[in-house]
Structures are given as structure tokens and as C-alpha cells.
Nanobody, 124 residues
């Protein structure tokens, strides 16, 4: 049974930082592209960032480029999202996702497995 379990969300003031984690089980983690998406109330799910299977490359949305960093530890089956200089508009439910495709994608339809999400709230 595949499980993706996010953690690390919470309430933070604007300008602050948070680090999200996503622990995977039930998959050969190093065979999966990993990504973070987010969804704010009343909005569609939005791509945030994705990282290659070996961690050699990553893509970021323009909204978070330069502020967020994705990384992974294949020995721990975990992907991370370091979020700095947080803004009120970063408030959302953040989802971890895994794709068996070879290339990174910003399309949620390309992802096979999803976590339940962790809430990030940034107060202004």
C-alpha cells in the first residue's frame, strides 16, 4: 500500500520559514519524480515544485522561485520543501505527489500517488 505522509505545516508570520517533509512508503522511492502542489480555498490545485528521481534537477513555479527549495533523501524515502520569505499568498494546503514518469511535470494528472496534505498558514 502506497503512503505519502506530509508533515511540518503550521502557522507562521509573513517573512518566516517552514520546512515540509513527505515520507513515502510502499514505492521504490528513487524511481519516482516527487513534487509539491498546493491548493488555497476556492482555488485550483497549483504546481509548486518537482524534483528528479536522483535529485539532479528541479522545477519551480514563478510564484516560489528563489524562495522555496525542494530536496530529497532517497535513503530516507523523504522529500522536503524548504520555504523561506513566506507571504500571505502562500497560505494553502500543501500536497506531496509521486510520479512514475521519467521526466518532471507540473501537471497533477501525471502524478500517481498523493498525500493527504499539510496546512500552511502565513499571517500578514
Amino acid at each position: 500500500q502506497v503512503q505519502l505522509v506530509e508533515s511540518g505545516g503550521g502557522l507562521v508570520q509573513a517573512g518566516g520559514s517552514l520546512r515540509l517533509s513527505c515520507a513515502a512508503s510502499g514505492i521504490t522511492f528513487s524511481n519516482y519524480v516527487m513534487a509539491w502542489f498546493r491548493q488555497a480555498p476556492g482555488k485550483e490545485r497549483e504546481f509548486v515544485t518537482a524534483i528528479s528521481r536522483r535529485g539532479g534537477g528541479a522545477d519551480y513555479s514563478d510564484n516560489v522561485k528563489g524562495r522555496f527549495t525542494i530536496s530529497r533523501d532517497n535513503a530516507k524515502n523523504t522529500v522536503y520543501l524548504q520555504m523561506n520569505s513566506l507571504k500571505a499568498e502562500d497560505t494553502a494546503l500543501y500536497y506531496c505527489a509521486a510520479s512514475s514518469r521519467i521526466v518532471r511535470s507540473n501537471n497533477p494528472r501525471d502524478y500517481d500517488h498523493w498525500g493527504q496534505g499539510t496546512q500552511v498558514t502565513v499571517s500578514s
